[in-house]
């Protein structure tokens, strides 16, 4: 069974970093994407980063472009999203997804509150 699981979420001041970790489990992984995506209170959940699993290929969301950066470790089925400079719209639940063997699989979340 695959499992999807993040990591790393937590309460942090405006200006800060974070790091979230999404980390794959129950197969053997191959050329697949993973990213991350964002849902704040009374909002539709959104984009912020992909990568694939060569790490040839990176997406970024215009508000995250900049601040956000995204790695993958391949020996670990992990993906990485280190966040710089944090801004309080930033708060949200952070939730992992992946794409592989043409379906995806997501995460329960992780909260990132970023205070003013």
């Known amino acids: 069974q695959v499992q999807v699981v993040e990591s790393g979420g937590g309460l942090v001041q405006a200006g800060g970093s974070l790091r979230l970790s999404c980390a794959a489990s129950g197969r053997t992984f191959s050329s697949y994407i993973m990213g991350w995506f964002r849902q704040a209170p009374g909002k539709e959940r959104e984009s912020v980063a992909r990568?694939?699993?060569?790490?040839?290929?990176?997406y970024y969301a215009d508000s995250v472009r900049g601040r956000f950066t995204i790695s993958g470790d391949n020996a670990r089925n992990t993906v990485y999203l280190q966040m710089n400079s944090l801004k309080p719209e930033d708060t949200a639940v952070y939730y992992c997804?992946?794409?592989?063997?043409?379906?995806?699989?997501w995460g329960k979340g992780t909260l990132v509150t970023v205070s003013s």
């Open positions: 990568i694939d699993w060569s790490g040839d290929s990176t």
């Open positions: 997804r992946l794409w592989w063997g043409g379906m995806d699989y």
